[in-house]
């Protein structure tokens, strides 16, 4: 039998700062179908599942040293190099 309907799957990356670059947390987020089902929060260190496919992932991908250095890495390569470029929009008047 074909399928129907629409099917719905998102990564979310997001950096949260706190005084600047004092404190900086790094969340990403996979959803599928309005569904959190898997999440990497910097301040955690590390994958956790909500749901029985995020909890088989999170297991998979903490398991690899490779992944979690990069995930780890996220918060300066992603959030702080680019803390000028997000800074600049949210302080700017209008």
Request: charged letters at 25%; aromatic letters at 16%; hydrophobic letters at 35%.
């Amino acid at each position: 039998a074909a399928l129907t309907g629409v099917f719905q799957e998102m990564a979310k990356g997001e950096c949260h700062f706190t005084n600047g670059t004092e404190k900086v947390r790094y969340v990403l987020r996979y959803i599928y179908n309005r569904v959190q089902y898997v999440m990497f929060d910097s301040d955690v260190g590390h994958f956790v599942g909500f749901t029985r496919l995020g909890e088989m992932n999170a297991e998979r991908w903490n398991s690899d040293p490779a992944e979690m250095e990069y995930r780890r890495g996220e918060v300066d390569r992603y959030c702080r190099h680019n803390y000028g470029i997000y800074a600049h929009f949210a302080t700017v008047e209008r």
